[in-house]
C-alpha cells in the first residue's frame, strides 16, 4: 500500500492517510515547506493508530535502511510502547486511550532523509493516578508491573494489582486482549531501544512501585485537634517502601504527608493536618512523582533520539487527546474538549472561512457550504477565563 502511494497525485487513489503524508513530504522536498499533520476525531476514533501510520510511512520514505544500530526512525516508532505503557489508560470508550498529547516533529536533511526527531508531549491526566471508577482502569504501567516476573515484584515488595487502593476503586483490573506480563517485557524491549538503559529503567519502575506504595498509606486522627498519624502497621510497611524505593528518609517522608509548611515572609509555619488533608497531600505527591516521572521518560527519549541542529526541513505529527463527554465532567475535560474545539475552529477558518472569503473576493460563483461554526462556543470559555483571571 505504501508503494502504491508513494509519489501518486493527491487525490488519484482512494483517501488514505498515507496519501496525507505523502503530500506532506513532496511539499517539503520540492517547495522547501515544513508542514504539520493534525489528527483530530473523538475519544478511540483511532487518532493514535492513524499517528503511528503516518510515522511508518515517513519512515519508509525518509529511512537509511541499511544503517548500523538504531536509526532515529526505529526510535521514534518504538516510542509509542514506551510512551503507551506511561500514558495510555482503559477508559468507557477505548482500551488504549492516550492520556496526553502528543507533537512528533520529525526533522529532515536536505537530502530528505530523516535526520532527527523531538517528541513534545501535553496536559497528561493527572487525576488518574488516584482516581478511577468501573470500567476504567489506572495507567498501563501500573498493571504491567504487579504481573512482572516475580524476581521483579519482589524487588519493589508488590502484590496483586487488587492489593492497590489506586488500582482496586475500580473492578477492572485485566483487559480483553492486553496481556501486562507480556506488555512488561515488551515495554522494557522497547525502552532498551529508545535508549534507556537497565538502570535507569529500574528507577523508573521503582518510581511507579512507589507511587503505588504510597496509595495505600492511609491516615488515624491524632491526639492534637487537626493532626494525623500513620494508620496500622500495614500503612507503616507501605511508607517505608515507599521511603526506600524512592531512595528518601522515611520520617522526612511521613512528615511531608501529615503537615504542612506555609511559607510567610518572617518565618515557615509548620501547621499539622487532619486525615482527609493528609489523604489530600498524599494524593498531590502521587501525581506529582508520577507526571514528573513521565516527563523525565519523554525528555530521555528525547535526548536519547537526538535532534539535527542543522535540520531545515521537518514534518510535524499531531495527536491530541480525543473530544469526551462523561456524565460527570472534571477540570481535564473541559481543558481537553476546549483544546478540540480550539482545532476544529482552526479548521473550520481555513477550510470553510477563509476559502469561501477568497472565492467571494474572486468572484467566483458557487455554492455557500454550511458548516457548524462554533466560535460561540470559544466565546463562552474564553471570555469566562477573562472573567476568571480577572
Ligand atoms: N486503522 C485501524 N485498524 C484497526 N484497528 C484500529 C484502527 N484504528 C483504530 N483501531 C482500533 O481502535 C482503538 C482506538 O484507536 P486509537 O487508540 O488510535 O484511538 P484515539 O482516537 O487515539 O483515542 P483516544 O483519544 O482515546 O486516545 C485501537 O486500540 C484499535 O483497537
Keep these: 500500500m505504501m508503494e502504491q502511494y508513494k509519489g501518486a497525485d493527491f487525490g488519484e487513489l482512494s483517501p488514505h492517510v498515507f496519501a496525507i503524508a505523502d503530500v506532506a513530504y513532496r511539499e517539503m522536498i520540492n517547495e522547501g515547506k515544513n508542514n504539520s499533520i493534525l489528527v483530530s476525531g473523538e475519544s478511540g476514533a483511532g487518532k493514535t493508530e492513524t499517528t503511528k501510520m503516518l510515522m511508518r510511512y515517513l519512515a519508509h520514505l525518509g529511512g537509511r535502511s541499511g544503517v548500523e544500530g538504531r536509526t532515529v526512525e526505529q526510535q521514534v516508532l518504538e516510542s509509542n510502547p514506551v510512551l503507551e505503557a506511561f500514558g495510555n ?218 535532534q539535527d541542529p542543522n535540520s531545515k526541513q521537518l514534518i510535524g505529527v499531531l495527536d491530541i487527546y480525543g473530544f469526551e463527554s462523561f456524565k460527570i465532567n472534571s477540570f481535564e475535560q473541559l481543558c481537553i474538549n476546549y483544546t478540540n474545539e480550539k482545532l476544529q475552529q482552526h479548521f473550520n477558518q481555513h477550510v470553510f472561512k477563509m476559502e469561501q472569503e477568497e472565492y467571494t473576493r474572486e468572484e467566483i460563483n458557487w455554492s455557500y457550504i454550511e458548516f457548524v461554526d462554533n466560535q460561540d462556543v470559544l466565546d463562552l470559555i474564553e471570555r469566562w477565563i477573562d472573567c476568571a483571571s480577572g
Design 89 to 306: 489508560a482503559k477508559t468507557v470508550r477505548n482500551n488504549n486511550s492516550s492520556r496526553f498529547g502528543k507533537f512528533v516533529e520529525i526533522q529532515f536533511d536536505k537530502t530528505g532523509r530523516i535526520s532527527g526527531a523531538a517528541i513534545r508531549t501535553y496536559l497528561l491526566e493527572r487525576s488518574r493516578v488516584c482516581q478511577i471508577n468501573t470500567p476504567e482502569r489506572n495507567y498501563h504501567c501500573f498493571y504491567f508491573l504487579c504481573a512482572a516476573p516475580p524476581e521483579d515484584t519482589q524487588r519493589y515488595k508488590l502484590a496483586d494489582a487488587r492489593s492497590f487502593h489506586y488500582l482496586n476503586q475500580s473492578s477492572c483490573i485485566e483487559v480483553e486482549g492486553i496481556n501486562d506480563a507480556e506488555e512488561y517485557l515488551a515495554t522494557r524491549r522497547a525502552m532498551d531501544i529508545v535508549g534507556i538503559n537497565e538502570e535507569e529503567q529500574e528507577a523508573i519502575f521503582r518510581v511507579v512501585a512507589a507511587v503505588l506504595h504510597i496509595g495505600n498509606i492511609n491516615f488515624a486522627k491524632g491526639k492534637e485537634v487537626d493532626s494525623s498519624v500513620i494508620q496500622d502497621d500495614n500503612s507503616r510497611f507501605h511508607l517505608n517502601t515507599a521511603s526506600e524505593l524512592l531512595e528518601c528518609d522515611c520520617n522526612n517522608l511521613e512528615k511531608a504527608l501529615i503537615t504542612r509548611e506555609i511559607v510567610t515572609p518572617e518565618e515557615i509555619i509548620t501547621r499539622t493536618l487532619d486525615p482527609e488533608s493528609a489523604l489530600a497531600s498524599r494524593d498531590a505527591l502521587a501525581k506529582t512523582i508520577y507526571s514528573r516521572l513521565f516527563d523525565w521518560i519523554v525528555e530521555k527519549i528525547n535526548v536519547s533520539i537526538g
